[in-house]
């Protein structure tokens, strides 16, 4: 059952925060990456490269947690988020990545593009926020 987003909660996400996706590896251990976030106002969403460590993982297993806090107050305004990854789309990724790129360094497009490795965007529906 999926969770809803409050604004505060959306709004934390719209920041430019460093979040921490928890994919599972195939033994059953967790592996984490730091990544930038963004927010459709009801899932995460998160823009990664084709045939990375975390998008093998969640091809194989869509679990996954994301932890977002703000520096400036990382006890108050922090989210944890579990849910499922519910779509991985290479449609609007390479936009997306220059969308993230503005937001988190304002530099627009994102420079290290590698055209040989596609983006996506994986899309979290969260299941449970804390």
Do not use: C, F
């Not at 959306?10 to 251990?29: C, F, N, R, W, Y």
């Not at 899932?43 to 993982?57: I, M, P």
């Not at 499922?84 to 937001?103: F, M, T, Y």
């Amino acid at each position: 059952m999926a969770a809803t987003l409050t604004d505060e909660q959306v709004q934390l996400l719209k920041e430019p925060h460093i979040a921490q996706l928890v994919t599972v590896m195939g033994d059953g251990s967790p592996q984490i990456s730091p990544v930038w976030i963004d927010t459709d106002g009801e899932n995460v969403l998160v823009n990664s490269e084709d045939g990375r460590v975390k998008t093998a993982n969640i091809r194989r297993d869509p679990r996954v947690a994301v932890g977002v806090y703000d520096a400036a107050n990382p006890y108050t305004r922090v989210l944890n988020i579990r849910g499922q990854v519910v779509g991985i789309s290479p449609e609007g990724a390479r936009e997306h990545i220059d969308d993230l790129s503005e937001k988190y360094n304002g530099v627009r497009p994102y420079p290290n593009h590698n055209p040989e490795r596609p983006r996506l965007i994986l899309t979290i529906r969260p299941d449970s926020i804390y």
